[in-house]
């Protein structure tokens, strides 16, 4: 989701899986891309639950570019509230929530 | 490491994703394959622009295949369709219980017994075995509209994805020419002779059949198989002779499952049959005489 958030930043709307797996490559230093199983798991999941959404592209665009078709994802609203909402937490991850009051 | 080694890694990527969503609906399935088909060509072509060589590309996406199985295999049981979910249970649960009642409770009864001895034994224990076997036959029925639904998936798919379906088919066949040979040659010896059974039905006419049929798949296997690989070695015309090898051998493991099941189930049929008259004759003569 950080991610998704850093290339609509970057001018980045929409972006394929594999391009997902290499900004986490970069971003997070690691040596290894995401595996394939994790990163669509992920990915198929976070849309089931509204955070992204995804579209083919046109076909035309992938056959003058003599390429596969790219699925396109892009953040929700409901994504980005969901990343402001637990960024609090990743900050610090030992903020507790405090019990409510309960009501008189 | 080369250009090939490259190709081969791609499609053992293409091939294992083709495995784990056999079977899904189609929008899914050809949702995941067109997404890892698209990203195995955008790293391809990432890494040859970074001018990385063919080999480490292969081992990157060998690398990414392997470490993602278990998210893929997670995925897959979360993902199937609730329909087919609640059948494969329904499968699991009948031919447990049905293996159960039908064979594993009543027991063995000592087969040098006399023949009354033998149907009497029988004969007490003809309702769990009447259970047992319905149970059987439900999960023969679950496991026949599988095969049918394998059957026509690898029947529908794309020229490249046809290997490793033809893989799992002729294994799946070897597993169904075992059992067919198993249980031709020694399932149904037990229950014939004095039980009461024609043994020369039960002892020769199908194991006989058992043999007949796997000689004669074998052999249309091996013709089959010497066929394609001379089409492909020549060249020119084995684009789609991937595709065409596995739906044909789609039918090939249709015919073998059939084929096992029918060697298993007609004799226990039989038997069945035999036990349920058993059961009556027996309990006809514990009834007491109305004078």
């Not at chain 2, 020229?159 to 399932?187: D, N, P, R, Y």
């Not at chain 2, 596995?246 to 298993?264: D, I, K, P, Y």
Request: proline share 4%; hydrophobic share 50%; with cysteine.
């Amino acid at each position: 989701m950080e991610v998704a958030l850093d290339l609509r930043r970057r001018g980045v709307f929409e972006y394929h899986g594999f391009l997902i797996a290499k900004e986490i490559q970069e971003r997070e230093g690691a040596r290894l891309l995401t595996a394939h199983g994790t990163l669509y798991k992920a990915l198929y999941r976070m849309e089931k639950a509204g955070l992204l959404s995804s579209y083919w592209e046109d076909p035309l665009t992938a056959a003058d570019e003599s390429r596969p078709r790219r699925r396109l994802y892009q953040i929700t609203a409901a994504g980005q509230k969901a990343l402001a909402e637990a960024r609090p937490f990743q900050a610090n991850p030992t903020v507790r929530l405090e019990p409510r009051e309960a009501n008189p | 490491m080369s250009i090939a080694t490259e190709g081969l890694a791609q499609r053992a990527a293409r091939w294992w994703v083709s495995l784990y969503t056999i079977g899904l609906p189609a929008s899914i399935r050809d949702r995941r394959r067109a997404e890892i088909r698209s990203d195995l060509w955008e790293q391809q072509r990432a890494f040859s622009r970074e001018g990385h060589s063919s080999g480490l590309t292969a081992l990157v996406t060998l690398d990414r295949t392997a470490r993602g199985v278990p998210a893929d295999l997670v995925w897959r049981v979360g993902t199937g369709d609730t329909a087919g979910q609640s059948l494969g249970l329904w499968f699991a649960f009948s031919a447990t219980m049905g293996l159960w009642l039908a064979f594993l409770r009543p027991g063995v009864p000592d087969l040098n017994s006399s023949a009354p001895a033998l149907a009497e034994f029988y004969a007490g224990k003809g309702l769990s075995i009447t259970v047992g076997h319905v149970l059987i036959w439900t999960s023969a029925g679950i496991f026949a509209r599988f095969v049918l639904r394998l059957c026509r998936s690898s029947l529908t798919m794309q020229h490249g994805q046809g290997a490793l379906h033809a893989i799992v088919l002729v294994s799946g066949m070897a597993a169904a020419a075992t059992l067919c040979l198993v249980f031709a040659l020694t399932g149904v010896a037990s229950f014939s002779g004095e039980a009461g059974l024609d043994p020369s039905v039960t002892q020769h006419l199908f194991p006989l059949a058992g043999l007949t049929f796997h000689t004669v798949l074998s052999g249309a296997m091996a013709v089959f198989l010497a066929a394609t690989t001379a089409v492909s070695v020549q060249g020119g015309t084995g684009s789609n002779w991937t595709a065409w090898f596995s739906g044909v051998l789609g039918f090939l493991f249709l015919l073998e499952a059939t084929g096992a099941l029918l060697v298993f189930l007609l004799p226990q049929a039989l038997f069945l049959a035999w036990v349920v008259v058993k059961s009556f004759e027996v309990s006809g003569r514990r009834l007491p005489h109305v004078s």
